[in-house]
């Protein structure tokens, strides 16, 4: 049974840095992408970044692009998301996904295709 877990997060006020990472482990094989979704209480979640995990290729929403970062440690199954400029706006739930398909195209934000979840990790920034 595979299980991601996330570490980080936390408070921060505007303009500050946050690192959140996550752990994949119990998988058969690596997943085929890894990536970083955000859920606002009443409002739908959304695709925040995403990493092709063979080919390292990464994918951004438009809200976040050139602020937010992600990245992988080879070998490991663990990516992180380094966040830096943060806004009031980016204040949410954030969640770690993984998809397991190796043909899905990861800059699809998808629960068809991110079928395994983290438990979530609050983000919290002020102005």
């Known amino acids: 049974q595979g299980q991601l877990v996330e570490s980080g997060g936390g408070s921060e006020q505007t303009g500050g840095s946050l690192r959140l990472s996550c752990a994949a482990s119990?998988?058969?094989?690596?997943?085929?992408?890894m990536g970083w979704f955000r859920q606002v209480p009443g409002k739908e979640r959304e695709g925040v970044a995403a990493?092709?995990?063979?080919?390292?290729?990464?994918y951004y929403a438009s809200s976040v692009k050139d602020r937010f970062t992600i990245s992988q440690l080879n070998g490991k199954n663990t990516v992180y998301l380094q966040m830096n400029s943060l806004k009031p706006e980016d204040t949410a739930n954030y969640y770690c996904?993984?998809?397991?398909?190796?043909?899905?195209?990861?800059?699809?934000?998808?629960?068809?295709?991110?079928?395994?979840w983290g438990q979530g990790t609050q983000v919290t920034v002020s102005s």
């Open positions: 996904a993984a998809a397991l398909n190796p043909l899905w195209h990861c800059g699809t934000w998808s629960s068809r295709g991110y079928v395994e």
């Open positions: 119990g998988y058969n094989g690596r997943p085929s992408c």
């Open positions: 990493i092709d995990v063979a080919g390292n290729v990464t």
